[in-house]
């Protein structure tokens, strides 16, 4: 079954400002993305939630705080994808995130809508928002299309209903493994690249160890197996020492405490030249590999491609992603046009086998690898049900020997 078409009444919209000017600028690009309320249950955001966020934009790329601005959603997720020159991080670009989202919340609120500001788990974030509920990912460079970038182009993947390592088994492959990116065999990749990894376990500060593959390629499969606790949280090449992707890896549950919805990440992913091209990023999501995810965060299913703007009203929940590519021009702003890398027929056969594999998967219920294990449910009402059960648990007595005759 293929995946619904993008809904007709509202298509994803660019933003534009005036030219920066100059030949060389520090150019950061911002992903932000939440789950902030939807219509019917967790589908997808309203129009005026979706113009609401697009408004905000707009005012944010007329007053010179961004140079360009994308919004578009994946199920019920809103994603604002952002040019600037403030930096990673930067406390003004992410307080007009959550402002923004802040806004559109108010929309869902007044319509009633389902799961109103669900990702904004703070009252009032100070600085970024990182923590706060959001997903982020953002990278910078310096953009000057020469030297080894003459011409500059990226990815950004969303996902919703799964966890926060669904991007580790492609990007591993898309990044480290030379049959999926028959480029690491040529001369700007044959270095490798060195792999960030998140122990997202820890709530402390972010923990992070960095692998080279393929050296350490090994040593990265043997964490990044473990999805719900290592995360990809950038690749860097090892030739130019330039950010090839930036992976929102974080965990709502370990945030909030509590299940909020599942982690939902967003990667972006510079492509091209001395980094894999867009088929290689793209072609190991035709595995429909399973993540943790689907209803209520709580079963093992396989992640499906689909194209921007997709509902989540399909069998089970299923965990779905989108991507999306641009190019930038030399005043950091994104090309004419835009790039939709899912909505294409020949993802309409991985859809199916996603399907597939989600209906044989979740034919098994709640029996074993059909779900994730106790401690890594979302809804903390699973725990306490055993828990309760485990207290009612007793030493059997045993039999005492009867004496010999």
Known sequence: MSAPSPPAQRAPRRRRCAAVGGMLMKLTISVIKADIGSVGGHTKPSARMMAAVEGEVAKAIENGLLIDGFVRHTGDDIAIIMTHTRGEGSSEVHQFAWKTFLAATAV???????????????????????????????????????????????????????????????????????????????????????FHIIDMDNTAGDSVIELDAPADGYHIAALLRDNERFGIDRIVSKTYGEVAVAVSAQRLHSIAGKYTGKDDPVAVVRNQGIFAAPEEIISPFTKAHFVGGDARGSHVMPLMPVPLNTPVTGMYCLPIVSCVGFSIDRDGKFSESYTDFFDNLAWDEVRQRAQRKAIEMRSQGWSGAAMLPYSELEYGGFRDTVSGLLKRFRLREEPKPQAAE
């Open 108 to 194: 869902a609120k007044t319509s009633g809508l389902y799961g109103a500001g669900q990702d904004l788990l703070v009252d009032a974030p100070s600085g970024n928002v990182r923590g706060a509920g959001p997903a982020v990912a953002e990278l910078s460079f310096d953009h000057s299309l020469s030297g080894a970038r003459p011409a500059e182009s990226f990815m950004v993947f969303a996902a919703d209903k799964c966890g926060p390592g669904a991007y580790n088994l492609p990007l591993y492959l898309a990044f480290a493994d030379p049959m999926y990116c028959a480029g690491l065999m040529l001369p700007p990749m044959i270095k490798g690249f060195r």
